[in-house]
């Protein structure tokens, strides 16, 4: 069976039909792009960033993303070698500790040029839009406003008889009140884990007393602040306050083994939007505080940081339509919803007012603690220099060594000090 | 038909007349051709990164900007000021020295046991071969993390007796033990090789020395471990390169870090930290070349020595 058809009509019919599928497709070619998403962290925030991405594509059919999530030990190394294979996504959430590393080398793009262009950061707050910016350009957007804080089983702390004041507990409330969780639960909890190898605590402590981590790429303490911050702990692990070494040594980072989680300690210090992704696996209500204060009314010690920022690929092939993305994630009231404060409290005070009604009561929680730290948070610091990714994994191993007895404060200070400016000054 | 008929036709003149190259090529061209997976693989995925990886051991390399020219800076580096490194080989010969030694030892015994001519050998064989199969993986590494953890089977089995155990894992006076452990446990392919071993020895050799009335100890001593040294020697060799290159155990039940205290700091890790974690992959490289000469060097020793106590009878 076969239909009369000269060649000339063929040719004829043919080339209209290329020619209306060119017309259709050219405005389609001109955006359609595949993008590549990367980030760290658990099922929870896999769930909602793809839940926003599926939103951001019924909107945009021409652009697919595929996305791609790891834990965050693992995350660090599979982005430096996709960078340097340059195989980069072109959507990479980035931490305060690494972006500026990665934006020196060259491989993040500034995105400047799209503000107010593609990129709407106008109701964001000015110290989120501060953090993201690296030596005067703007690299990262905020995902979300996130302060160090403490989270705690109300139910293990209640039964122990043990109350806090959320706003103004202190070091010295953990040395006398610490003993009665770990009476009340036959020694099979603690207070709180051992906090003397977390870096965002030690920093913290660190500004209660006027000091920093770093200025100008270089430490801001002295050797005898190290010393004095391990005599801190050994105190409080002498008095059973908090957990013992091997147990704190089970803690690799991730969720599933904090101390918090298994049932090991009645308390996690962490940021504010771990709450959520704590109370996930935790089965008793938890609660949400301030790291421990130096004294009731010390001020200075937290500061409203950005728990995670969207960077765009310096060799992305689409960098609209990633901008495109990145603005639907963080200026959309739907994407707003899904997101909830899982990676902190919106940093565009829009998104804040439109979402804040609709979370459950943990998430308010979060937008409350935030509210809350007012006048107890202080300056957010300068970008952290180079290696300082390195510098946290090292502080971890010095507190192991004083806290399994290898070394003591006294050695540990100076011992730690003089490694963090050798590492500082050490090149790749 | 077509192929009866090639195959009985005389070889003609022109044939035998072809050149050299023309017959290599005609003999030889289908064997490279099915060997080019291999050589595409083996140049490509092998050789070429070993050699880039030797020129980036004498650059300073960040992954994200162009090397940087750094002649024997990081060997230098290596050898007089990085605790970590010796830290690191520390630990890996440590665990090379323990676990090799006693894998076999251990892998020999259960052989012998096997070699007794027992009902049901194949199904044991296979039992005891599984864990070499599952060895090196993550979710035998987070096994392991559960058995030796604080709260583990091995403490409640110690409770039984009243013994309250650290957590095995995340102390560092046992770590590295639960480590040799895991190594220990994945005795398998050793095993195998040693039964095969065990089957070629001809048993009137053991029928003449019971004659003789020597006892099973001494025919093990004087016949069975003498004529298995060629096997032993294999063993050794393999386990020994398997030890030196041991990872993912380490890396899983540390989260990648080493720790407690750098007490699973393999070698290899804290290379992986290096390149992949901290942006040195020069220096990275550098430790790579160390461990390679390392290896060599061994193996070098081994082969030296093996006339002195492998026996070879032909």
Not at chain 1, 285 to 313: C, M, V, W
Not at chain 2, 67 to 76: E, I
Not at chain 2, 171 to 183: F, Q, R
Request: aromatic fraction near 12%; proline fraction near 6%; glycine fraction near 8%.
């Amino acid at each position: 069976m076969t239909f009369p058809l000269s060649r000339r009509s063929f040719l004829l019919s043919s080339t209209a039909a290329l020619a209306a599928g060119a017309l259709g497709t050219i405005p389609t070619l001109a955006q359609a792009a595949n993008l590549r998403l990367i980030f760290w962290g658990g099922q929870a925030r896999a769930d909602r960033t793809y839940g926003v991405v599926d939103l951001f594509t019924a909107e945009n059919p021409d652009i697919s993303i595929d996305g791609e999530f790891l834990g965050w030990a693992d995350y660090w190394p599979k982005v430096a070698t996709q960078t340097a294979g340059g195989n980069q996504p072109d959507i990479i959430q980035m931490d305060y500790r690494y972006i500026g590393e990665y934006a020196r080398r060259g491989s993040l793009a500034p995105l400047d040029a799209f503000v107010g262009n593609g990129l709407d950061v106008s109701s964001f707050d000015e110290d989120q839009l501060r953090n993201g910016t690296i030596d005067g350009k703007l690299i990262g957007v905020s995902l979300g406003v996130a302060a160090g804080a403490t989270v705690f089983n109300t139910k293990v702390l209640s039964d122990a008889g043990v109350d806090i004041d959320p706003m103004r507990w202190t070091y010295d409330d953990l040395l006398t009140l610490g003993p009665k969780v770990s009476e009340s639960t036959g020694g099979a909890m603690a207070m709180a884990p051992d906090g003397s190898g977390i870096e965002l605590l030690f920093e913290n402590w660190l500004r209660q007393k006027g000091k920093a981590l770093y200025a100008d790429g270089q430490p801001a303490f002295a050797p005898e602040d190290v010393t004095e911050w391990f005599e801190l702990w050994t105190e409080l692990r002498n008095a059973k306050a908090i957990i013992s070494p091997d147990e704190q040594a089970i803690d690799t980072g991730q969720l599933e083994t904090a101390p918090l989680v298994r049932g090991k300690s009645a308390m996690n210090f962490t940021t504010s939007n771990q709450l959520v992704a704590y109370q996930t696996l935790v089965p008793d209500e938890l609660g949400i505080a301030i790291f421990p204060a130096t004294a009731p009314d010390s001020k200075g010690g937290h500061y409203r940081n950005s728990s995670q920022y969207f960077a765009l690929s310096s060799a992305s092939a689409s960098p609209e339509a990633a901008i495109k993305f990145i603005n639907f994630f963080v200026n959309t009231p739907e994407a707003a919803t899904v997101l909830g404060v899982e990676r902190g409290v919106p940093a565009s005070s829009t998104m804040r007012d439109a979402v804040t009604p609709s979370l459950d009561e943990r998430s308010q929680m979060v937008v409350k603690y935030i509210a809350d730290l007012g006048e107890i948070a202080g300056d957010v610091p300068p970008t952290p220099p180079a290696s300082a990714g390195e510098i946290e994994v090292a502080l971890k191993t010095k507190s192991q060594e004083v806290a399994f007895g290898a070394q003591s404060p006294a050695d540990a200070g100076p011992a730690f000090y003089d490694q963090v400016i050798e590492t500082l000054g050490r090149s790749n | 038909m077509s192929i009866q008929n090639v195959a009985s036709a005389p070889p003609s003149a022109e044939a035998e007349k072809v050149s050299g190259w023309r017959r290599i090529w005609q003999q030889d061209a289908p064997g490279y051709l099915f060997l080019l997976p291999w050589f595409i693989g083996f140049f490509g995925l092998t050789l070429g990164p070993m050699i880039s990886s030797l020129y980036l051991s004498f650059n300073h390399f960040d992954l994200l900007t162009a090397p940087r020219w750094a002649g024997l800076d990081n060997y230098v580096r290596m050898f007089t000021n990085d605790p970590k490194f010796s830290a690191s080989m520390r630990v890996t010969l440590f665990f090379v020295v323990f676990s090799v030694p006693l894998k076999l030892a251990f892998a020999l015994g259960v052989a012998l046991l096997l070699n007794r001519g027992m009902k049901g050998l194949t199904v044991y064989r296979s039992l005891f071969y599984l864990p070499s199969l599952l060895g090196a993986s993550v979710a035998i590494a987070i096994l392991w993390r559960q058995i030796f953890a604080g709260d583990g089977l091995v403490n409640k089995f110690l409770s039984i007796f009243g013994i309250v155990g650290p957590s095995w894992i995340s102390n560092p006076n046992y770590s590295l033990w639960t480590l040799i452990v895991l190594s220990i446990w994945q005795f398998g392919s050793p095993m195998i090789i040693f039964l095969a071993g065990l089957r070629q020895i001809p048993q009137d050799m053991y029928e003449a020395a019971s004659l003789d009335g020597a006892s099973k100890w001494r025919q093990f001593w004087k016949i069975t471990l003498p004529l298995l040294t060629p096997v032993v020697f294999f063993n050794a060799i393999i386990q020994t390169i398997e030890a030196f290159k041991s990872f993912t155990p380490a890396f899983i039940i540390s989260g990648g870090t080493g720790n407690p205290i750098n007490s699973t700091l393999f070698y290899t890790l804290y290379l992986y930290q290096e390149a992949f974690g901290f942006f040195r992959m020069g220096y990275a490289s550098a430790l790579a070349w160390v461990l390679l000469a390392l290896v060599a060097f061994f193996t070098a020793f081994s082969f030296l020595t093996s006339k002195y106590w492998v026996h070879y009878d032909d």
